[in-house]
Each structure stands twice: as C-alpha cells, then as structure tokens.
C-alpha cells in the first residue's frame, strides 16, 4: 500500500478511505477478515490512474477566477 500510494502521489491513509468508499484503484485483499492485506497490482493502478485523466483545452475552467 505504501508503494502505490507513492507511486500515485497519496498518503497510504487516503488509499485506505478511496477503498472503503469505493473510490479507489482496485486491489487483491490477502489474509483474513481482521487483519487483511492488500496489494495493488501495477497494471491495475496504470490502468485506475488513466482513467482519471483529464484534459484542459487551455481555457478557463468554471469557477476558476
């Protein structure tokens, strides 16, 4: 979690809330219900990470002063 949490930029904790408000990359949970691990594969964090993407034509953005 550390890993990909650096990779992408965040805290390890805000991986921890995207995950329990399904919001985030997904992940492979090891281990049992009280103490689970999870791992991020890093296909699957490239993938997350790019469909997240935006793109600015260069104008101004709503709301932006």
């Known amino acids: 979690t550390r890993e990909a949490a650096?990779?992408?930029?965040?805290?390890?904790?805000?991986?921890?809330r995207w995950r329990r408000v399904g919001v985030g990359p997904?992940?492979?949970v090891?281990?049992?219900s009280d103490r689970?691990?999870?791992r991020y594969p890093v296909d699957k964090l490239e993938?997350?990470?790019s469909s997240r993407l935006q793109t600015f034509s260069?104008?101004?953005i709503?709301?932006?002063a």
């Open 36 to 38: 689970p691990v999870f």
């Open 26 to 28: 997904p992940a492979l």
């Open 47 to 49: 993938a997350w990470l």
């Open 6 to 16: 650096k990779k992408i930029g965040v805290h390890p904790y805000t991986l921890f």
């Open 30 to 32: 090891f281990g049992s």
């Open 58 to 60: 260069g104008g101004e």
């Open 62 to 64: 709503d709301g932006a």
